[in-house]
Nanobody, 120 residues
């Protein structure tokens, strides 16, 4: 069974850092794009950043450029989101996602989400 499980969310003070992890099981995602999304209450889910099978990255949220960094570990079948200089506006639920192999299109797999709270 294909499953993505996020972890690492929690409470952090403004200006602090947090590292989110997404562990994938069920099949290898080494040839898939993987990414992070976030969603605040009453808001639409927002694309944050993604990384393809060769390491290329794409940012969808200008507000996180220079603060958030995506990375992946093919051996561990995992993807990470290193978040720094956190702001109260980053207080949302974060989701990881993955595409089918070699796909640059639709996101086929989703995690359950992990909540991040940034206090001022």
């Amino acid at each position: 069974q294909v499953q993505l499980v996020e972890s690492g969310g929690g409470l952090v003070q403004a200006g602090g850092s947090l590292r989110l992890s997404c562990a994938a099981t069920g099949r290898t995602f080494s040839n898939s794009g993987m990414g992070w999304f976030r969603q605040a209450p009453g808001k639409e889910r927002e694309f944050v950043v993604s990384i393809n099978w060769s390491g290329g990255t794409t940012y969808g949220a200008d507000s996180v450029k220079g603060r958030f960094t995506i990375s992946r570990d093919h051996a561990k079948n995992a993807v990470y989101l290193q978040m720094g200089s956190l702001k109260p506006e980053d207080t949302v639920v974060y989701y990881c996602a993955a595409t089918r192999p070699y796909s640059l299109g639709a996101w086929a797999y989703w995690g359950q989400g992990t909540e991040v709270t940034v206090s001022s």
